[in-house]
T-cell receptor, first 112, second 113 residues
Framework: KNQVEQSPQSLIILEGKNCTLQCNYTVSPFSNLRWYKQDTGRGPVSLTIMTFSENTKSNGRYTATLDADTKQSSLHITASQLSDSASYICVVSSGGSYIPTFGRGTSLIVHP | NAGVTQTPKFQVLKTGQSMTLQCAQDMNHNSMYWYRQDPGMGLRLIYYSASEGTTDKGEVPNGYNVSRLNKREFSLRLESAAPSQTSVYFC????????????FGPGTRLTVL
């Protein structure tokens, strides 16, 4: 069964600090991996997409990494801001399915 | 260009009542999805439509029906609402089913008493 596990479940950091969120998956065959950001009360929005051949991809202060061999991804947030407070969801698509597999998300709170 | 729109934003129902959640997208996407999101559970797929004219069950379809009215619109119907259906419902669309980025609507917060 395809699964996506995210850790930690929740995280509290101070403004200006860096943090890293983890995503482990067992989806096969692998097609791509996305990180979504979901602000409170809103729908998720895609941050990055990574395919099998990509190791690192950046989107401003967000940097995603992918290790396809160990089936792990991370999302690193640099110099956090209050607006980074949100849930971050890892989603893995399989080449053999119409339905991507969602992780349960990591809830990030950035305190001033 | 509104993206994905959902109506209503909020709804309170009594057990046994029925209602339809509406979703429309203006991005000419082929695929549309309905999810529910509960605390600690993440997003769970209820039904999806890979293309106009087709619908399929997702992970949690019981108690729901869907209609892909046309390429733009995908509705979700609760025939006899139950308290267990209290949740936030999100509609999403993507150019193609599966590997493409999904674009989500703002959600409908439903409470069943």
């Amino acid at each position: 069964k395809n699964q996506v596990e995210q850790s930690p479940q929740s995280l509290i950091i101070l403004e200006g600090k860096n943090c890293t969120l983890q995503c482990n998956y067992t989806v096969s065959p692998f097609s791509n991996l996305r990180w979504y950001k979901q602000d409170t009360g809103r729908g998720p929005v895609s941050l990055t997409i990574m395919t099998f051949s990509e190791n690192t991809k950046s989107n401003g202060r967000y940097t995603a990494t992918l290790d396809a061999d160990t089936k792990q991804s991370s999302l690193h947030i640099t110099a956090s801001q209050l607006s980074d407070s949100a849930s971050y969801i890892c989603v893995v698509s399989s080449g053999g399915s119409y339905i991507p597999t969602f992780g349960r998300g990591t809830s990030l709170i950035v305190h001033p | 260009n509104a993206g994905v729109t959902q109506t209503p934003k909020f709804q309170v129902l009594k057990t046994g009542q029925s209602m339809t959640l509406q979703c429309a997208q203006d991005m000419n996407h082929n695929s549309m999805y309905w999810y529910r999101q509960d605390p600690g559970m993440g997003l769970r797929l209820i039904y999806y439509s890979a293309s106009e004219g087709t619908t399929d069950k997702g992970e949690v379809p019981n108690g729901y029906n869907v209609s892909r009215l046309n390429k733009r619109e995908f509705s979700l119907r609760l025939e006899s609402a139950a308290p267990s259906q209290t949740s936030v419902y999100f509609c999403a669309s993507s150019s193609l089913a599966g590997a493409d980025t999904q674009y989500f609507g703002p959600g409908t917060r439903l409470t069943v008493l």
